[in-house]
């Protein structure tokens, strides 16, 4: 299969699927190398983007995934009448950051970093899909691990926790007051970007009011 017919049938595949896709999976069907398939994946995300197309193509770890283009969601929504998905609260923020930078963790070990009960939390967001089970602790009780999904690299704008700023080498307090200015950073970051779609959400209504 060459580049052109290979990048065909990568956005093909991700279409129809609508979920992220492993390159693996992609090169057994395509009889394709993983690596031609994550440069056409590579490819087809820069054309999107220079052509200012509706769509974006993004990589999770070794997975491909196409989703809207960002600066259409608010018209995607409007659209579609659906209602946006609730901002994260402090809380879950905290239990990402820790999830993120430590996994896989047991609640337990969420709870010590944070010194509250992190139950609610956890389910919230495994039913939110921004964690999952991974396993258990080989320890009494058998704990449940969890670690961070795709979902929750696509929600922080990033391809692998490799891109995560890394925390310093340091342990005790030091390394909780690390944590929690990363966790800072993370609600900074959100709130920003609701403050943005707030704004842009108030002027379409202006907009519309006008006409």
Do not use: W
């Not at 991700?14 to 979920?19: C, K, N, R, V, Y």
């Amino acid at each position: 299969m060459d580049k052109i017919e290979l990048k065909s049938a990568v956005e093909a595949i991700l279409f129809a699927s609508g979920e992220p896709v492993s390159a693996a999976r992609i090169a057994i069907v395509t009889d394709s190398d993983e690596a031609d398939v994550l440069e056409a994946g590579a490819e087809l995300a820069a054309e999107y983007e220079s052509q200012k197309r509706g769509i974006r193509l993004v990589r999770l770890n070794d997975s491909l995934q196409l989703h809207s283009a960002p600066e259409h969601a608010d018209a995607i929504t409007r659209a579609l009448e659906q209602r946006r998905a609730p901002k994260l609260s402090p809380a879950s923020l905290e239990v990402l950051a820790i999830a993120a930078y430590f996994q896989p963790v047991t609640r337990a070990y969420i709870e010590q970093m944070r010194g509250v009960d992190s139950s609610y939390t956890v389910g919230v967001l495994t039913e939110r899909g921004m964690i999952e089970p991974c396993g258990q602790l080989e320890a009494v009780g058998r704990p449940t691990l969890y670690r961070t999904t795709d979902l929750f690299l696509r929600t922080m704008g990033i391809s692998s926790l490799d891109e995560l700023p890394p925390l310093p080498e340091i342990s005790g307090s030091d390394a909780a007051k690390q944590l929690q200015e990363k966790v800072d950073a993370l609600r900074a970051a959100e709130e920003a970007a609701a403050k943005i779609e707030s704004e842009a959400e108030a002027e379409s209504k202006e907009v519309a009011l006008e006409h």
